[in-house]
């Protein structure tokens, strides 16, 4: 049975079009999906994104369970901060990706949808030995992205406090109607935006509040849509697109949250990957011809004879005026500037490799920020 979150009344009443996305009916649009996306570029978007898992983690081996299972460096992160990581199987490919929060006496990981069931299953077979309690809260709490350039003057107006000193990547917990609130500056669109995790009795209260003050300076609601292209723009995975659990760091570029001086799961099937090399690396691409290029599309070289890669995702992007796309590529064919070609039903069309991200990020981020 098909999954809704606790603002699906709220979408109803606001005119969303809903689909359905991972087990769960979310909006995909408002008013349309470009004019949300620019929205968040230039003032203010909010999205429902309570279906993300939020899986809690407490016990005095907190830390240190976790450290085994994912490959970034936990310890690097002080209380109030959050860190993006992945966890891998033994097979040193992606089971999922995810943000940690450090909190006073837990740990809270804001997983995918798809993979909350799947990740809260794994952490459970892997607890014997560690003094840790997993708790899945998904069902507990609701989660409100708002992002945009004129995010944090919305919020502060809405929550009555100065979000100033709250930099990228950090995160604070207040009261707000007499509950806590969580508040982190994070998000999956590149522009200064906050992530708030409210329980589900305020989640409705919470959404309308900001939507009062905040369509008086522009902003839009969004919906998935707006979300698959400002996270494309930015070059961010998708897990069940971009990356699965048949996917290694080295190939989907991961590797900057892969720390080889530490132990954990999945660690010696990747130095293996770094030793004898890898076959395919993900990578962006703009179409040069005016092209669509869907998730499944065939990738050719110069050539036009020779299938390089394959299509992962693929959108219109508002900002860069094309098409953009992320793809999987044979590795040696992978150089910026170089030309291949998409097929599109049956024809050829010109695109162009590109570094990633497709546009820069704009977030609040401290100069010591490191990830």
Not at 12 to 40: C, D, H, M
Request: hydrophobic share 35%; with cysteine; proline share 3%.
């Amino acid at each position: 049975m098909i999954k809704t979150t606790p603002l699906y009344n709220t979408h109803i009443r606001q005119k969303a079009k809903l689909t359905p996305f991972n087990g769960w009916l979310l909006p995909l649009e408002y008013k349309g999906i470009l004019q949300e996306a620019e929205s968040v570029r230039k003032k203010a978007g909010m999205f429902d994104v309570s279906h993300m898992g939020k899986i809690e983690i407490k016990g005095g081996q907190r830390e240190e369970f976790l450290q085994r299972l994912t490959a970034n460096d936990i310890s690097k992160i002080r209380e109030g901060g959050v860190q993006y990581n992945i966890a891998c199987n033994q097979e040193g490919n992606i089971i999922d990706d995810f943000m940690v929060y450090v909190k006073e006496k837990s740990i809270l990981c804001i997983v995918n949808a798809s993979n909350t069931a799947i990740l809260y299953d794994w952490f459970n077979a892997q607890k014997d030995g560690f003094d840790v309690e997993i708790e899945d809260l998904t069902s507990q709490f609701s989660l409100i992205a708002l992002q945009g350039p004129l995010s944090e003057k919305i919020l502060s107006e809405c929550l009555k406090i100065n979000l100033q000193n709250l930099y990228y990547m950090n995160f604070i917990e207040i009261k707000w109607k007499n509950e806590n609130i969580l508040v982190s500056r994070t998000g999956y669109t590149g522009e200064d935006g906050f992530e708030i995790c409210v329980s589900n009795n305020l989640v409705s209260s919470l959404w309308d509040e900001i939507f009062k003050v905040g369509v008086l300076q522009g902003l839009e609601l969004c919906g998935l849509g707006a979300r698959d292209i400002l996270r494309l723009e930015m070059g961010y995975p998708l897990y069940g697109k971009d990356i699965d659990n048949t996917t290694n760091p080295l190939e989907a570029n991961l590797m900057w949250i892969v720390k080889l001086y530490k132990d954990f799961i999945g660690k010696d099937r990747i130095m293996y990957y770094l030793n004898n090399g890898i076959k395919k690396r993900r990578c962006g691409f703009i179409m040069e011809d005016r092209g669509f290029p869907r998730t499944g599309y065939r990738i050719f070289s110069l050539n036009k004879s020779d299938i390089v890669g394959e299509v992962k995702s693929g959108v219109y992007s508002p900002n860069i005026k094309k098409f953009i796309g992320i793809g999987y590529l044979n590795t040696e064919v992978i150089a910026e500037g170089k030309e291949i070609f998409i097929e599109i039903r049956g024809k050829l069309y010109k695109a162009k490799i590109v570094n990633l991200p497709f546009i820069k990020p704009r977030t609040k981020r401290r100069r010591s920020y490191g990830g």
